[in-house]
């Protein structure tokens, strides 16, 4: 399990990659890459395309992310999930949360 965080400051985007499981496991690493720069991020790309698996922990780690750019739906954007990850994402109504694509 590993985390990647990468800032684009031009247009205030984050981009973090999570491999593995994503779980409390990688609490401590996913909280040090959201805060590399709290203050400039205006959007979030997360991409889950190496994410096997997530539980509940990782879902309150999305809602953190989440919170860190507002309430705005389209400000954080979940990609190239698997379809398990998808669907329980869905289960959570974290679609009605997050853009999905």
């Not at 997530?54 to 309430?71: C, H, I, N, Q, T």
């Amino acid at each position: 399990m590993s985390v990647q965080a990468k800032m684009d400051s031009t247009n205030g985007t984050l981009q973090i990659a999570v491999s593995g499981r994503f779980d409390f496991g990688i609490h401590q690493q996913f909280r040090q890459s959201t805060d590399v720069a709290s203050q400039q991020i205006k959007q979030i790309e997360l991409d889950l395309s190496k994410t096997d698996y997530l539980d509940s922990s990782a879902l309150g780690m999305l809602l953190v992310l989440r919170d860190k750019v507002g309430e705005n739906k389209s400000a954080v954007k979940i990609k190239n999930a698997k379809p398990d990850v998808v669907k329980i994402l869905q289960i959570a109504n974290f679609d009605k949360l997050f853009t999905i694509v």
